[in-house]
């Protein structure tokens, strides 16, 4: 972001930000689930653990993340990724991102974000996801600016503690902090984001958007009268699991197909209640 001059006259336009959460908005996947397969095939996870992981997406993408259950993976996770070397981690993204995220980002984002770069504004990514795992997906899409959840690096490698945790109102005292630094207009600016956690982020901005909205989400907005937006493309959210990606048994795959299909009817059942 460029700051304003402090020559320029008063009458300069400031400049309109577009503040854009990730996982389910940006991409149609959780980005702190998606290289489950890729770290456990160079060795950094187990074939359990990238289990967990498909399973934990699968959740996720059918039903979201209470406060609660984001600070308990917060937690899982950055103890599993305790010791690994960070620089392999990066690697390992910047491999595999095109096969793994790329697909999955939502062509109406793309479009949303193409508009705002040929109306001048500035864009950011504001996840809280880690910023290693969100950084190569802004750059795929253009995308200068990100703020996310950091995470302590000591030696090259993470220590499992995290220094900052972008969530809730953390993203909102971000957005603050962001406009008093280049002098942002917010009351022009726009805010996406599907998470009823991101509600303090979108009341930050004069046009707040929720995208593919939870329940407490999409009450919120239409209480408020908020624009809600449904990114469809592509379909479908997530992949299932190749016997390669899992092959740990015929039981535990059979295991996942039936957490699949339920979730498939879970998810049917939500879309009749929220319709």
Partial sequence: MHQNSAASPASEARPVAAFFDLDKTIIATSSAFAFGREFMNNGLITKQEALEMYLAKTSYMFGGMSSSEMDSTRDQ?????????????RRITDETLHSVVTP???????ELIAFHKAAGHEIVIISASA????EPIAKELGIEHVVATEMEVKDGRFTGNITRYLKGEAKADAIVELSKRYNLDLENSYAYSDSATDIPMLA??????????????KKHALEHGWEVNTFKN????????????VSIGAGVLAGIAAITVGGVWVAQRLRKDTA
């Avoid at 999955?104 to 793309?110: D, K, L, M």
């Avoid at 910023?131 to 969100?134: R, S």
């Avoid at 901005?205 to 989400?217: K, S």
């Fill in 77 to 89: 996770l950055s103890q599993l990724v305790a010791g690994w070397s960070v620089d392999e981690v």
């Fill in 104 to 110: 999955a980002i939502y062509t109406e984002a793309r």
């Fill in 131 to 134: 910023i290693q795992l969100v």
């Fill in 204 to 217: 930050q901005v004069g046009n707040p958007v929720a995208v593919n909205p939870d329940r407490a989400m």
């Fill in 234 to 245: 592509p379909e479908p959210l997530f992949h299932a699991p190749s016997a390669k990606e």
